[in-house]
């Protein structure tokens, strides 16, 4: 379970987060195919991002998942993309100012 206000860093490339809503199920947070770690860690040697998971993440931008359940904000940017599971995270949008008319 991802614990609100965790910071976590990839072992493939420099992203860093930090998580917003960790959600309530057993899920694993990934950055290019790889788990996160805790900043303080140290990263596998050798590891690069998975093909299909080398999107990218960009410094101030939030990530979510499909259902909303797990939110994270990106606090480094990197070439790995977020994961929760097999589900890459999206960038979350803002949400549209109400009409003033």
Excluded: W
Excluded at 28 to 33: E, I, K, M, S, V
Excluded at 34 to 49: V, Y
Excluded at 62 to 85: F, H, I, P, Q, W
Aim: glycine content about 14%; proline content about 6%; hydrophobic content about 35%.
């Amino acid at each position: 379970m991802l614990k609100t206000g965790a910071r976590l860093r990839s072992q493939v490339c420099s992203t860093e987060v930090i998580v917003v809503r960790g959600g309530s199920g057993d899920v694993a947070l990934t950055c290019g195919g790889q788990p996160m770690i805790d900043p303080a860690g140290s990263p596998a040697e050798g590891l690069t991002p998975a093909g299909d998971l080398a999107g990218g993440t960009t410094i101030g931008k939030r990530y979510t998942d499909a259902a909303n359940t797990v939110e994270v904000l990106a606090t480094k940017s990197g070439e790995g993309s977020l994961a929760l599971g097999d589900e890459v995270l999206a960038l979350k949008s803002a949400k549209p100012l109400p009409s003033s008319d």
